[in-house]
């Protein structure tokens, strides 16, 4: 650095110090971008800002710092609201830097001008113009402190265009650990923390429920160090999925919507049904996480942990817990090593034995569909193929709809803080890809296999020349089998019937991806699909594998098991499939 330097320098200077070495960009703004480079940190450049802001979401998933998304003022802005809706649902900190008007063009009509306060409101933390450059090192502190404090989430800065051009005075450049996140640790109420441990120490049938906050503050070892050293059974919603190791003997697998037949959740219901306190971590108990808040006992009393008191209390009464997991959960261990824990002993045995029964019944279950050689292809058979090839140093994303369904029930979960993810804040189609994206740049000696559906992945095929031109090694498989799968189902669970809109047309995905310059196989033959898979995977470099799957298949939730058994006491005759 010189003696002088712009605003721009300024605050590039002050990412690098805050751990930043990637940022998700199309060259705007561009003064900002140029400076960053300077200096060494990476653009990468998206070719559509839903799928930059998506890139970053992962990145800060994975990489436990802070994702940084830059973008033109209007239009271009616009398109960041999607991918922030998102992080602000999951908690996920994202700084989006937003190029803005000249300030003395403000409210002029100005080349795509436009209210970013207004558009930012509803899917921000915080979101400030900075008009001084006395004030750029304040703001863009106060943005990092705002992303990863409390309830982590996305934060917009605008910086309108002639700022960065300003002159700036030369600041020592301090090292401030702001970049990471959770940025602060507090435990909560130690007297509560105590009664909670008492609470599970003596409980018949306690069952822990682990959410999407575990991962967020890295927090899995710990869970695990209480599943076992309690003897705590522990279920996970899908975004709590890696929560624990799966293949644990007390872990019981996915709860919530999807515990429909062939998930293990249909045959552990029992075990939620029968609880006599509930612990749930991270959570925030909705919908899917719930299957419409109808999973829980009445009777069973909630412990509730959550960074986020407003969380807490939302849809049960709970003994309340407010602070961040891990250091909380560390609280509780060593509370509950203090207390007599005959009882959780007493019954682990058999809680074990029923696990492990529920396991082997759903083992069955699939029996009959999994080892099928059909063409078109099932996608429990394309899960199956792929489970076999991951281990805990794959990370798998998946796109919102049957394909996070698809993995969550059927991919197995190998380690404490097993990356398995999805967009389930929001739950948007098109973000699975460049998600996955993300994700590898936040830790490139992980494979990284994405998991789509072909009317998802129509939103984000130009990202393929990304991940070509950015030499990022991702597999992406994608379940075509030429419909919205999940919108036909629904609506014909519905209405008896459904629209026009469902059905594509034939699209060959593999010649989109070598126009990208990205190799691509088709597979139709189930018997091709593993050498198709693992030939993908070993290549290191970025791959499409398209699978031609069964129209008529649907996932394990809830919502088809209640229609089937209708439709099945309605005609004797029915086949089984959700479209009749």
């Known amino acids: 650095m010189t ?112 209210d970013h306060h207004a558009l930012f ?26 992303a990863t404090s409390g309830r982590p989430g996305p934060v917009a800065l605008m910086l309108p265009a002639d700022l960065l051009l300003e002159a700036a005075e030369i600041v020592e450049n301090t090292v401030e650990q702001l970049g990471r996140w959770p940025l602060d640790r507090p435990a909560a109420d130690p007297a509560r923390v105590t009664e909670a441990a008492k609470l599970l120490a003596s409980a018949k049938a306690p069952l822990v429920i682990a959410g999407g906050g575990v991962h967020g503050s890295r927090a899995a070892d710990s869970l695990a160090q209480l599943q076992d050293f309690a003897s705590l059974p522990v279920g996970t919603t899908m975004m709590g999925k890696g929560s624990v190791d799966e293949r644990h003997p007390l872990s019981a697998g996915l709860m919530g919507n999807a515990m429909g037949d062939r998930a293990t959740g249909r045959h552990t219901r029992p075990m939620l049904d029968e609880a006599d306190v509930i612990f749930l971590i991270g959570s925030r ?49 060593s509370e509950i090593e203090k207390l007599d824990l005959s009882t959780r002993a007493v019954a682990r045995p058999t809680v074990e034995a029923q696990i492990a029964a529920a396991l082997e019944a759903t083992r069955g279950d699939r029996a009959r569909i999994i080892p099928t050689d059909a063409s078109p292809i099932r996608p429990e058979r394309v899960m199956a193929d792929l489970d076999a090839l991951i281990d805990e140093d794959t990370t798998v994303v998946a796109d919102a709809s049957y394909s996070s369904v698809w993995m969550n029930v059927f991919l197995t979960a190998r380690a404490p803080g097993h990356r398995i993810l999805a967009p389930r804040g929001l739950a948007g189609l098109g973000w699975g890809y460049p998600m996955a994206l993300g994700a590898k740049l936040a830790d490139d000696s992980k494979t990284v296999v994405a998991i789509v559906g072909d009317g998802g992945f129509g939103h984000c095929w130009t990202e393929l020349e990304t991940a070509v031109r950015e030499g990022i090694a991702v597999t992406v498989v994608v379940l075509n089998n030429g419909a919205l799968g999940f919108q036909k189902d629904a609506e014909h669970i519905k209405f008896g019937r459904h629209s026009g809109a469902v059905y594509f047309n034939d699209v060959d995905h593999c010649a989109i991806a070598r126009a990208c310059g990205c190799a691509a196989t088709r597979v139709s033959d189930p018997a091709e699909l593993t050498k198709a898979l693992s030939d993908a995977i070993a290549s290191k470099k970025p791959h499409l594998v398209e699978v031609i799957t069964d129209p008529y298949a649907y996932p394990p939730l809830t919502m088809f098991d209640v229609a089937l058994s209708k439709a099945r006491a309605a005609d004797p005759a029915f086949k089984g499939e959700v479209d009749g």
């Open 3 to 114: 003696d002088s330097m712009t605003v721009a320098d300024q605050i590039a200077a002050q990412l690098a110090s805050y751990g930043v070495t990637h940022m998700y960009s199309q060259s705007l703004p561009s003064r900002l971008v140029l400076a960053c480079e300077d200096i060494g940190i990476r653009q990468v450049v998206y070719r559509t800002e839903n799928a930059g802001g998506a890139m970053a979401d992962a990145y800060a998933r994975i990489s436990g710092r802070i994702g940084v998304v830059c973008a033109q003022n209007g239009p271009a802005a616009t398109l960041l609201v999607p991918p922030m809706a998102e992080a602000l649902k999951a908690s996920v900190p994202m700084l989006a830097l937003v190029q803005e008007v000249n300030r003395n063009q403000t409210d002029k009509n100005a080349f795509q001008d436009f």
């Open 121 to 146: 409101a509803s899917c921000t933390k915080w979101v400030r113009t900075i008009r001084d450059v006395s004030r750029v090192r304040d703001y863009v502190r106060q943005a990092f402190v705002a």
């Open 285 to 333: 108990t909705n919908q899917n996480g719930t299957d419409g808040w109808s999973l829980y006992p009445e009777t069973a009393k909630i412990v509730h942990l959550d960074i986020d008191g407003q969380e807490v209390d939302r849809s049960y009464p709970a003994l309340r817990l407010v602070g961040d997991v891990r250091s909380t959960l560390d609280l509780m261990i």
